[in-house]
């Protein structure tokens, strides 16, 4: 996997755009490792794969630039963002987390370490479920009534950077490199499909054969048997139909071929953003109109072809906005 992650959207910019040459042919490269080397085998391969990939990197660019611009994760701003706030039940829980995500520790322990602010994507899972509580209806207050609680969790921070540029940059790779696991995953679900395929033609063969061994047309069973026979021989003809289709033998590779471009072509469908406006109180109880201490949530959520729905923030985390790690409490409270 490590070539998977060599430099892509790592030069300059070209112009005022990012998709130049020499990133399209990084990209074709990255495509190819993450997916089927062998791919490279086929003549012709590079040109069929450009326009797809531009397409791609097009679509990753248009992504990154629908990101909100970073806001300052600190323990003052958790109480001036509303969307900060929401995420988190406290400046000191936003602190928690931080201080407990592996991808932050692993960059605070690396070179670039020593950055001041860290930028990073904050990434969560949104959730609702109905909740029965109070309510105000006109002066009266009604209990038991059905409501709609929004909660943020599984918070977790991608790609952490010293800088803002190099941080969009490798989210746009990583946008990228979804879009090449969902080429990887329909590939990897061909060869299964073939492979089942061709552990069941040999079983029918083999019970066409026992048949065909047996056949001495001495017997009304015969007639079953014949008849079996030709059943068995038109399911085989069925799985030779379906094996074709999947791409056997020789054109194997460029089945594969196939699904790469295709899923390339096809980056819109299978991961992209849209705005999310939410309106809710300060425990979290969706509301219909503004006012009062209902509060507005203006959000991207990312969707992708395969997992839930992510809402992404980028921030800008202050060093003094990490909590330490206190590894013997963690300790101690694992063995309680």
């Not at 030709?230 to 003809?237: D, F, G, P, T």
């Not at 979290?284 to 992404?312: C, F, H, K, S």
Request: no cysteine; net charge neutral; hydrophobic share 45%.
């Amino acid at each position: 996997m490590s070539r998977l992650f060599q430099s892509l959207f790592g030069g300059k910019p070209a112009g005022n755009g990012l998709r130049d040459a020499s990133v399209v042919e990084r990209a074709i490269d990255r495509a190819l490792d993450a997916t089927d080397p062998r791919l490279r085998s086929i003549a012709g391969h590079r040109k069929r794969l450009q326009p797809a990939v531009a397409k791609a990197i097009d679509h990753v660019i248009a992504l990154g630039s629908a990101l909100p611009p970073p806001v300052e994760a600190s323990a003052r701003t958790w109480g001036e963002d509303d969307r900060l706030s929401s995420f988190f039940a406290s400046s000191a829980r936003m602190a928690e987390v931080f201080g407990a995500d592996r991808a932050l520790l692993d960059f605070l322990e690396s070179p670039m370490g020593g950055a001041d602010p860290v930028h990073a994507l904050l990434v969560m899972e949104r959730t609702e479920k109905k909740v029965l509580g109070m309510a105000l209806q006109g002066e009266h207050v009604q209990r038991e009534v059905s409501q709609v609680q929004v909660s943020f969790d599984k918070h977790r921070l991608l790609e952490p950077q010293a800088s803002a540029q190099d941080h969009r940059r490798l989210v746009m790779r990583r946008a990228f490199d979804q879009v090449l696991t969902a080429a990887l995953t329909r590939i990897t679900m061909a060869s299964h499909e073939r492979e089942a395929l061709e552990a069941g033609q040999a079983v029918l063969k083999a019970k066409v054969r026992a048949l065909q061994s047996s056949h001495f047309g001495l017997s009304h069973a015969d007639e079953g048997e014949g008849t079996d026979a030709v059943a068995l021989e038109a399911k085989l003809a069925q799985i030779g139909r379906d094996l074709e289709a999947t791409g056997t033998g020789a054109r194997t590779l460029p089945r594969h071929l196939d699904l790469l471009v295709e899923t390339l072509e096809q980056a819109p469908e299978q991961l992209f953003a849209q705005p999310l406006s939410i309106l809710m109180d300060r425990l979290g109880i969706r509301q219909d109109t503004a006012g009062g201490t209902t509060v507005r949530l203006d959000l991207v959520e990312v969707r992708r072809a395969a997992g839930p729905p992510l809402v992404v923030l980028p921030v800008a985390i202050p060093r003094d906005a990490i909590a330490k790690r206190d590894v013997f409490a963690e300790a101690k409270r694992f063995l309680i």
